[in-house]
């Protein structure tokens, strides 16, 4: 049996808790709260699928065992590739957990081996802006080491990002008072993707979206510099803001996924039941037509989150839409649109209106300026786009399935 102890810092404090400990057996697990934190009712993750109580949660089968509001704070695909390649092997799943660093996790969750927090757990290690060439040098080391996997036929190989779960290079940097996640293009990229997903982010904040602030570093390669939205400068530290991403709104598992579960509307319905404003119901409804809009169907659910702020969870500012590079805008999306599944028909994505607190009518006018963004976005693609980029990215565009 593994286990490892679960800190948490308390949403808007400094104070680090053992929120408290996960054991895994064969690939099950058990999750109990610490009894200190239980006597002082303190404020939880996900009291929905995990309620506060002095009982184990036991029998728990997702994600090898792990509780999705605790998979969050897991590395993810690239975060795995660096730990494995340190080992010389592949990890379990809490021993990719235990092994990743606490200070770069998202939200507010760390792991440890002891009962109690380490002094200053997850304060250190945040490397500066200036090492940006060095990471990308690491990064391209790293990547050297794997094939290529483009081999049968490009365009499928290309699909595999997501399947991958987010196992391009990436790392957080502080620059200043602020955290920044750093996404270089990969050597494995026949294509600046980087620069594809700044023009389309840079777009929709263009648009009004709320959307993590990016810029693009243009160094011996380009890198996507996107703001971290779960992290806060206090006093010279980094206060960190709860996530929960909607794979664990969803209780969906990565590896095996039960696809019929990513469902927008879903992620509507979860939102609800943790009272996020119904304002954020409305721009989780503009997004997915966003995506639609400049194709990007890498829109799964680890790519959608809800951050707690001012007491309140609220959906987190837009991150990861990347139009696809098919070189045709797709026809369906990640996840389900409608009632009639992922693909994008107007008459699907209307279908679910009412669990965005949409009438049909409403629905219907943020199609409409959504697909009338299409002209613009084409003029903001020419401004900060070129060659095969600008010509994938233009194909991608499917704003006619939202007026078909
Ligand atoms: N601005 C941000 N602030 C905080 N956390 C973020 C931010 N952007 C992304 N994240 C977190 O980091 C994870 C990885 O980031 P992202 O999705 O951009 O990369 P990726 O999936 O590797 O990208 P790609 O699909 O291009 O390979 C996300 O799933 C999310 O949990
Ligand atoms: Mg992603």
């Known amino acids: 049996m593994a286990s490892a102890y679960i800190y948490m810092q308390l949403p808007e404090s400094d104070e680090v808790v053992t929120l408290g400990r996960l054991d895994i057996n ?20 996900d009291p929905i699928r995990y309620p506060l109580r002095g009982e184990f949660h036991e029998g728990i089968t997702t994600n090898s065992g792990i509780p999705g509001f605790i998979r ?7 975060g795995q590739r660096v730990l494995a390649k340190a080992a010389g092997s592949d990890l ?6 235990m092994k990743s660093t606490n200070h770069d996790r998202t939200g507010n969750l760390m792991v440890g081996t002891t009962k109690t927090p380490p002094r200053g757990v997850g304060q250190a290690g945040m490397a500066n802006i200036t090492s940006l060439e060095d990471f990308i040098a690491f ?33 957080t940097l502080r620059r200043g008072e602020q955290l920044i996640l750093a996404k270089p293009r990969d050597r494995h990229d026949d294509f600046d993707v980087p620069a594809m997903e700044y023009a389309c982010m840079s777009f929709a904040q ?3 979206l709320n959307v993590a602030k990016v810029e693009l570093h243009r160094g011996s390669k380009n890198v996507l510099l996107v703001d971290r939205f779960d992290r806060i400068a206090q006093d010279g530290r980094f ?3 709860p996530m929960l991403s909607a794979l664990t709104l969803l209780d969906s598992d990565w590896q095996a996924p039960e696809r019929n579960r990513w469902r927008y509307a879903a992620v509507a319905d979860e939102m609800r039941r943790r009272q996020v404003p119904l304002s954020d ?39 990861d839409v990347v139009p696809t590079l098919d070189g045709e805008s797709p026809a369906s ?12 028909t107007r008459e699907n994505m209307l279908s679910h209106a009412k669990h965005f607190d949409l009438s049909i009518e409403q629905a219907e006018s943020v199609l409409d300026e959504v697909a009338g963004w299409e002209a613009e976005l084409i003029t903001h693609y020419q401004q900060h786009l070129a060659g095969d980029e600008l010509m994938l990215a233009s194909q991608a565009i499917g704003a006619f399935r939202l007026r078909e």
Not at 150 to 171: E, F, M, T, Y
Not at 294 to 300: A, E, K, L, Q, R
Request: contains cysteine; proline residues 6%; charged residues 20%.
């Open 26 to 45: 064969r690939g099950i697990g058990a999750f109990v709260y610490s009894p200190t934190y239980v006597n002082q009712r303190g404020w939880v993750p």
């Open 72 to 78: 969050d704070a897991a590395p993810d695909g690239w």
């Open 92 to 97: 379990d799943a809490i021993g990719y957990l």
């Open 139 to 171: 990064a391209d080391n790293i990547q050297s080491q794997f094939p290529r996997q483009i081999d049968v036929v490009a365009r499928q190989a290309l699909r595999q990002r997501s399947s991958l779960g987010g196992a391009r290079p990436k790392c």
């Open 206 to 208: 263009v648009k009004g």
């Open 239 to 241: 206060r960190r803001i």
């Open 281 to 319: 119901l409305h721009e989780l409804y503009k997004r997915m037509c966003f995506n639609a809009l400049v194709g990007n169907d890498d829109d799964h659910p680890k790519n959608h989150a809800i951050i707690w702020q001012g007491n309140a969870w609220r959906l987190s500012p837009m991150y």
């Open 333 to 344: 999306l990640s996840m389900e649109v409608g009632s009639s599944g992922r693909r994008v």
